[in-house]
Nanobody, 126 residues
């Protein structure tokens, strides 16, 4: 089992920044991919960033909607993955979740992930 705890959400104005954290515990050695996902009210959950944390890792993945604005990174010593979000827009408003899995074909696909955190709310006002 892998436990994930997100933090760092909040309310910001458009153009602002937030950094989300995802602290992992448990059998973290089995989780080679960590992803960040978001779900806005009335919409499906979508991937916004993923990182390969396995041996020789560091590869990152982003959809076009956030590329250049969001950056995912890892701190192996702290078993923590971060999501730096800059130039935030009102359409970035959502509950943000981190998730973990051992192997994926599509790193930004919701269905690929086995373990999920409880989420942290991000609200961007115009």
């Amino acid at each position: 089992q892998v436990q994930l705890v997100e933090s760092g959400g909040g309310s910001v104005q458009a153009g602002g920044s937030l950094r989300l954290s995802c602290a992992a515990s448990g059998y973290t050695y089995s989780s080679n991919y960590i992803g960040w996902f978001r779900q806005a009210p009335g919409k499906g959950r979508e991937g916004v960033a993923a990182i390969y944390t396995g041996l020789g890792g560091g590869s990152t993945y982003y959809p076009d909607s956030v590329k250049g604005r969001f950056t995912i990174s890892q701190d192996n010593a702290k078993n923590t993955v971060y999501l730096q979000m800059n130039s935030l827009k009102p359409e970035d408003t959502a509950m943000y979740y981190c998730a973990a899995t051992g192997f994926v074909i599509a790193p930004l696909s919701v269905g690929e992930y086995n373990y999920w955190g409880q989420g942290t709310q991000v609200t961007v006002s115009s």
